[in-house]
């Protein structure tokens, strides 16, 4: 396969040098016309071979991490004896969680109104045509054809019949009976009750999404490029405008302005790119990835500014119309207009609608009115017998309240009631804290450097005042996992081992969220990677290594196959632009 892609990009440099407007179409082939044939196959190897190892390495990785979990056990039990699964859902977790089920113990019944799971972190990718949208999915029948799916979305439940409601996609109700229930129905882009984003804005939350933006900007680059379009209208058609600072919105930033600078500037001329197209991202933070490292934000920015993408800082949108964003600057307080072809909201997430349901089923235990509240197991707070979880986007680890119980606490520990807790009163304490509160373990697993730190004025002892310094301090670092799909999967996988041992594991383990890093595309061939403690990496080799990462968590052969085949086709030949 090397060697025929790399024949076939030798014949077109060649042919493009006789008639380069032909096949030229980006700045990688005019860095390589004039290197020797030898140089040019060695370059493509080493791609291929950079992207293979850093594949194999993650890949190794990851089933080392699930067979160290004991994750795959088997026992099979008849079908008639088996508890009744129910998985509301068809994204990375629901996905995650099927993916490790031993599928010989439950039957199970997925329900989602898609009938595909969605790789989302390359949608902006599919978007501009790097890559094809179906390279993104797989159909559920296909991936679990074990399981019952049933296309349509959980209306409501009942906790104490234990059925859930489903509206099924002909407008019929189901409903069904569940031993275990497991929300995983994501979350809505939260549009902050905005006039006109629901209207004008366009989404990248799923694939439909990424094809309505493609058709949007190449019809925008059909419209600009007909005789008689004014020059103000060129330049209105052609400012593409994304709101949000965060991933999403700069990978989606950034996919765009390099399909513009390469494909369309082949396409529709450089000239006339460079005269009337324009990105431009609004970030009401500070900085772009400000949920990274501050140094990635300063590259990503940087890198932007030899993209030549415009980002305004500080800035808030307040209005979009069919032709405008109204723009609010946090500092000054004006308001005004920019004009914009088309524009890309990408700011945080809100409820579905059977999630707020649920929270109003559980009122009496759900605080959170912008998740579900899950324990430590990932059971829903309100159900005694722990028979529904959720994960994803939807949910998030209930908090603690430790200042809440500040007082009970001291005088729990203070065992003699000399209103001070002697490091043994402390040792003993502690024990009883991590049965209590799972998530406190990694904190108080250094029990006498904690009490030594907290112990101000030196007298082996703490008085309430320096245990509630202790208490707020801790509680700082209790940090509820992100609405990401690394943590989605972390949860589906977590549950599925727990299932597989339900009848082995009286006390299951806590689930504890690991940061594997956090990746983002920035343009030009270059991505930014925070592995987090410090280390990050940026440039040309954070790009392969960024591509690595997701050829490694594709969820099958086939869509490792056509992810792959795609970059190098947009490689070869640059991007479909048809639309």
Not at 386 to 392: D, E, F, K, L, V
Request: glycine fraction near 6%; proline fraction near 4%; hydrophobic fraction near 40%.
């Amino acid at each position: 396969m090397i060697f025929v892609a790399a024949s076939a990009r030798r014949a077109f440099i060649s042919a493009a040098r006789k008639c380069p407007r032909d096949i030229g179409q980006s700045w990688r082939q005019s860095s390589s016309q004039n290197a020797p044939p030898k140089r040019r196959f060695r370059k493509f190897a080493t791609l291929i071979v950079v992207i293979g190892t850093g594949f194999a390495a993650y890949y190794t990785y990851d089933q080392y991490e699930k067979k160290a979990a004991g994750i795959g056990t088997t026992a099979t039990i008849p079908v008639d004896q088996r508890k009744n699964l129910v998985i509301l859902g068809s994204g990375w977790g629901a996905v995650s969680l099927l993916k490790d089920l031993d599928p010989n113990k439950y039957n199970v019944t997925i329900v989602s109104p898609r009938n595909y799971f969605t790789f989302t972190p390359l949608l902006p990718a599919a978007a501009v045509g790097t890559l094809e949208h179906r390279s993104l999915a797989m159909p559920i029948r296909q991936l679990f054809p074990w399981a019952t799916f049933i296309h349509g979305k959980a209306e409501d439940l009942d906790p104490t019949a234990k059925t859930c409601n489903v509206i099924c996609r002909d407008g019929s109700t189901a409903i069904l009976p569940y031993h275990h229930l497991v929300i995983g129905v994501g979350a809505l882009v939260n549009t902050f009750g905005l006039p006109g984003v629901d209207k004008y804005c366009h989404f990248v939350k799923d694939i439909q999404d990424a094809v309505r933006l493609r058709k949007s900007l190449i019809g925008n680059l059909e419209l600009a490029a007909l005789p008689t379009t004014s020059e103000d209208e060129k330049r209105r058609l052609l400012t593409i405008v994304v709101c949000g600072g965060g991933p999403t919105g700069v990978e989606t930033a950034a996919e765009v302005s390099d399909m513009l600078k390469t494909d369309a500037a082949y396409n529709y001329g450089k000239e006339f790119i460079e005269k009337n197209a324009q990105v431009v991202l609004i970030q009401s933070a500070d900085h772009v990835l400000n949920t990274y490292d501050a140094k990635i934000s300063e590259y990503a920015e940087n890198n932007f500014k030899l993209l030549n993408v415009k980002v305004l800082m500080r800035q808030r949108v307040t209005e979009v119309t069919d032709k405008t964003i109204s723009v609010r600057n946090k500092d000054t307080g004006e308001v005004y207009q920019l004009p914009y072809g088309v524009s890309v909201w990408s700011t945080g997430v809100s409820l579905s609608p059977f999630t707020r349901k649920v929270i109003e089923r559980f009122a009496g235990n759900q605080r959170n009115r912008k998740c579900l509240e899950v324990n430590d197991h990932l059971q829903l707070l309100g159900t005694e017998d722990g028979s529904i979880t959720a994960i994803g986007d939807c949910a998030t680890l209930f908090n603690y309240r430790l200042l809440d119980q500040v007082v009970t606490l001291f005088r729990e520990g203070d065992r003699n009631s000399d209103d001070r807790i002697s490091f043994a009163e402390f040792q003993s304490f502690a024990i009883k804290l991590r049965k209590r509160y799972p998530r406190l373990a990694v904190h108080l697993d250094e029990a006498e450097r904690l009490f030594r730190k907290y112990d101000a004025d030196q007298t082996c002892s703490l008085n309430l005042d320096e245990f509630r310094t202790l208490l707020v301090d801790v509680s700082r670092e209790l940090k509820s996992f992100p609405a990401t799909a690394q943590a989605a999967a972390q949860m589906g996988t977590y549950l599925a081992h727990r299932l597989n041992k339900a009848d082995e594991e009286a006390f299951p383990p806590p689930f504890v969220y690991k940061h594997m890093g956090m990746l983002a595309y920035v343009g030009g061939e270059r991505a930014a990677i925070d592995l987090g403690n410090g280390v990050i990496m940026n440039g040309l080799g954070a790009m392969w290594m960024w591509k690595s990462v997701y050829l490694a968590k594709q969820v099958t052969l086939r869509t490792r196959y056509e992810l792959l085949t795609d970059w190098i086709k947009t490689w070869l030949f640059g991007r479909n632009t048809s639309g």
